[in-house]
């Protein structure tokens, strides 16, 4: 079974070679991680080379948690950082390790379930990901070789992920009596809205539907919403359109 120590998930979407999987879990373990998530591993799971990789941290092989999309990944989480070394032209705060890490084990302390999203080895993360994501963590690294290892990565986040465990205290999380709402409200709350913004005819023309939709799901994850939050912006949409339908 996992560690019973509080910690963020490290998701791993859409891995591509066993060897970094396994490389990724050695590094985990190396700095008292465990819970690891697969999203979509392109050679299928379980993988020989990545339990072969993975040397003493096998472990983390054996209890990682398998999905099949973002969505199961990350649903239950109510913060998200993506990795990623490039600009996406996506509105979203950007923090260094040492910020983010920070922030992470502050609101863990603080009861909320986080995720780290690392991409596939050849391109990383795609804009329609790191849409979903509440914030970037990028690496300062050399811009004119950019491109970090998917281990490497997992590695500098998991050392720095040590260093400010230590230091975080719980500063109460703001949210009231109902909670922050997880990436599944959240997501839903974005379904909800594009299907009824797509019938109204928002997204037009049709070239450039696909940026009009990604720039929503983008605020959404950008906003600090609370369960109760949720809950109102539903109800708000759902009166709107009832009231279209009255007139």
Known sequence: MPSDNPQPRFVLVRPQMGENIGAAARAMWNFGLDRMRVVAPRDGWPNPAAIAM???????????????????????????????????GLTKPVLGPEAAMAEAARRIVDGQKVAVLFGPERAGLENADVARANAILSMPVNPDFASINLAQCVLLTAYEWRRQAGEAVAMGDGAGSSGWASALEIEKLADHYEARLDEAGLFFPEDKAGSMKLNLRNLWSRMALTRADVQILHGVLRQMVRWKERG
């Open 54 to 88: 993975a040397s003493g941290a096998g472990r983390l092989l054996d209890e990682a948690v398998l999905c099949d999309d973002l969505t199961a990944a990350v649903g239950d989480c109510t913060w998200v950082l993506a990795t990623t070394a490039r600009g996406r």
